[in-house]
């Protein structure tokens, strides 16, 4: 296995001690069964997946939590979430005071089982736990460079700091602004507005970019020509997310399903604590 394998399977060495510790306490050679997680993905998901990880991380205090990386706990939250949907026939929407039951369950877990999209999914969950205000030089013209701050939460400023950038450079801020609103749906759904002034679907960046808050339909919109434009950049190709950002396009509603799930069941009380970005 390259080291480039090795760090996409997401895994730290405090990581694999947690896995093996938890998963196989009993295990006459952890070393080798640290091994087999590094060479095996399908063995490495068996482990993560296993009933005793899940207990543990959800049991932990904030101290313990520390000692696992971002990705692992949301790997862990996200294939738990996959095993339960398995035994289940049906999940619940909100549709205004209302609850529908819908049943997509298939639909669901076998999205959820692709590779790439959980590995997404767990990474893109773990980058949210420290969001951070930078400070960019941009050009305002030749010859003139003005430094602009922009909040990696924050959807306006990142569309002013991706048109300002190199074209090369602007993927990860395509990648950040769908993000930003699968995050804000799936994990505080509360924070969109309920309804209100709708946008009009063929607007232009300059209309994505609009202070305050938004309703579900404008991040809805707003997520899905992102992860568009962002699976088209050469970049995404270079990184391996060409899948993942197509398959989010495609199917944006079923992704905030899921973030929704994650978040209610195993999240509901620990959400602010865990992510740090401002919204509760």
Known sequence: MTESDSNRLGLTEEDLRFVVEEAGPDVM?????????????????????????FDRVTSSEDEELLQVSPALYFDVLLRRALKDLGQESHTLERSGSETVVVFDTNEVTEFLSNGAVIDYLAAMLASFTKVESYVVPVIV????????????????????????????????????????????????????????????????????????????????????????????????????????????????????????????????????????????
């Open 29 to 53: 050679d952890p070393e080798r069964l640290k091994q087999l997680i590094r060479d095996d993905p399908s063995f490495r998901n068996a482990l993560v997946d296993d009933d005793r990880v």
């Open 141 to 280: 013209r030749r010859g003139t460079w003005r430094r602009v701050r922009f909040n990696d939460m924050d959807i306006d400023s990142l569309v002013k700091l991706a048109a300002s950038v190199d074209e090369s450079q602007q993927f990860r801020y395509f990648k950040r602004i769908a993000d930003v609103c699968l995050f804000v749906l799936g994990i505080f759904p509360s924070h969109a507005q309920s309804g209100g002034r709708k946008m009009f679907i063929g607007a232009t960046p300059s209309g994505v970019s609009r202070r305050g808050r938004r309703t579900e339909e404008e991040y809805t919109d707003i997520g899905r020509r992102f992860y568009q434009t962002a699976g088209r950049h050469p970049t995404a190709d270079a990184a391996g997310l060409t899948e993942p950002m197509n398959l989010l396009r495609d199917n944006f509603g079923v992704a905030r399903k899921i973030l929704n799930i994650v978040s209610e069941r195993y999240l509901r009380y620990s959400r602010s604590q865990v992510f740090d970005v401002g919204i509760s």
